[in-house]
């Protein structure tokens, strides 16, 4: 059954979403899914903008061919070669023969990696600023290299100020209904999905969002079209702040989080204590993860929200126990920086894992570890809470 949605004037979405894929990169875990948006604009000249992931295949076709309604197609327009959006190109290419690609030098590149059979197609080679005349619409280019592929490249339609942002400015999660942000309740169904996506996927280029962010303020942009989550026609200030904030790694609240591994339940115990601890001494709120327990994109996700994390490790194998280990290996690959850490550590007969936890902490830019780490001998017990008190303390006063 056919699915398309009017965005603007001569604009269609084209796009399904996926609720079966349980991982996105075949990692993230999708509790709620995650949808596929393309484009395509129909006026004198037609364009689409990407294909889409090879799960939802036969629906994009259908939704294309409906959209274009028995026209040929002109041009596909290839803003992000990442397969969960390309995968359907030599498809499109063979429906539509005669169309035209477009992109800049690196897709290309990248195009003929993928799809060698298509080195023959013709090819509309853009760069910054060059335009593309549709008719009525006239699209123009903005690089976003490394947002987050190298080849990655804005295109905004300068006649209704849409800008279709590629990976940026998306979120996990299939679509319910209604392809606007403002159809849905946003900071209840998909703000978390939102950071949690921009923080492991995008995250570490930090720089070069902040790049194309002041690119973008030079436009007059009326509507964000992602390839995943809503499109933005309302409040766009909203989350093009939360896109400044995440960029520059400043916390959206002054709330603290605890994130824990515990063999046995000690360490977990210690840390319900400390979070009420904490609670009682700072009167913010404090979320607790069991690292074990809880994948770790939704603690990077947590990360990038708050401005205090608490790190707590038995002692393992002599090192840190693993799932806090995978954590701190994530925070390092996707550059975690301005963040204020404390540590406590477990163990029954040489606590070793603080030291270490503390290492790889430091090394985190422009973060800030507190001293001292606190150590849990086994277990806690009356006689700790003075000290472990004081610990509260220091964490709700830095």
């Known amino acids: 059954m056919v699915n398309t949605a009017q965005v603007a004037q001569d604009i269609l979405w084209i796009g399904a979403s996926d609720r079966r894929l349980s991982r996105f990169e075949n990692i993230f875990p999708l509790h709620k899914g995650v949808s596929y948006n393309s484009y395509v604009i129909c006026d004198e000249k037609t364009a689409v903008l990407e294909t889409a992931d090879v799960s939802v295949a036969d629906q994009y076709l259908e939704n294309l061919e409906a959209a274009l309604k028995g026209r040929s197609l002109d041009y596909l327009i290839i803003n992000h070669m990442e397969p969960d959006h390309c995968s359907q190109i030599a498809v499109v290419a063979a429906k539509y023969p005669g169309l035209t690609l477009v992109g800049n030098a690196k897709t290309f590149n990248m195009l003929t990696r993928f799809f060698?059979?298509?080195?023959?197609?013709?090819?509309?080679?853009?760069?910054?600023?060059?335009?593309?005349?549709?008719?009525?619409?006239?699209?123009?280019?903005?690089?976003?290299?490394?947002?987050?592929?190298?080849?990655?490249?804005?295109?905004?339609?300068?006649?209704?100020?849409?800008?279709?942002?590629?990976?940026?400015?998306?979120?996990?999660?299939?679509?319910?209904?209604g392809i606007f942000a403002d159809e849905h309740d946003f900071e209840r169904e998909y703000l978390d999905e939102a950071r949690r996506y921009y923080a492991n996927i995008v995250g570490k280029y930090g720089v070069q969002v902040q790049a194309v962010l002041k690119k973008a303020a030079g436009l007059d942009i009326k509507m964000i079209c992602p390839l995943h989550g809503p499109i933005w026609r309302e409040n766009l200030d909203y989350f093009?702040?939360?896109?400044?904030?995440?960029?520059?790694?400043?916390?959206?609240?002054?709330?603290?989080?605890?994130?824990?591994?515990?063999?046995?339940?000690?360490?977990?115990?210690?840390a319900e204590t400390l979070a009420a601890l904490i609670r009682k001494a700072s009167g913010r709120r404090v979320s607790v993860f069991d690292a074990s327990k809880t994948h770790p994109s939704y603690l990077i996700g947590e990360t990038w929200r708050v401005g205090k994390i608490v790190i707590m490790s038995p002692t393992y194998n002599n090192g840190i126990y693993l799932p806090i280990a995978n954590l701190l290996h994530d925070m390092a690959a996707l550059d975690v920086k301005r963040r204020t850490f404390a540590v406590a550590e477990n163990g029954t007969w040489a606590p070793s894992a603080g030291k270490q936890v503390v290492e790889k902490l430091s090394a985190l830019k422009e973060s800030n570890v507190l001293e001292p780490v606190f150590t849990i001998k086994s277990a806690l017990h009356e006689s700790d809470l003075p000290a472990f008190e004081e610990f509260a303390k220091m964490i709700a006063e830095a």
Not at 159 to 174: H, I, K, N, P, R
Not at 244 to 259: M, R
């Open 116 to 177: 060698p059979e298509l080195e023959s197609l013709p090819r509309l080679v853009v760069k910054e600023k060059d335009e593309l005349c549709l008719g009525k619409h006239t699209l123009t280019f903005v690089m976003a290299p490394m947002v987050h592929w190298p080849e990655v490249m804005f295109t905004f339609d300068v006649t209704t100020g849409t800008l279709f942002s590629a990976d940026a400015f998306g979120t996990f999660g299939a679509l319910d209904g």
């Open 240 to 270: 093009i702040g939360k896109y400044q904030k995440w960029s520059t790694l400043e916390p959206e609240s002054d709330d603290i989080a605890i994130f824990y591994g515990s063999l046995y339940g000690h360490t977990a115990s210690a």
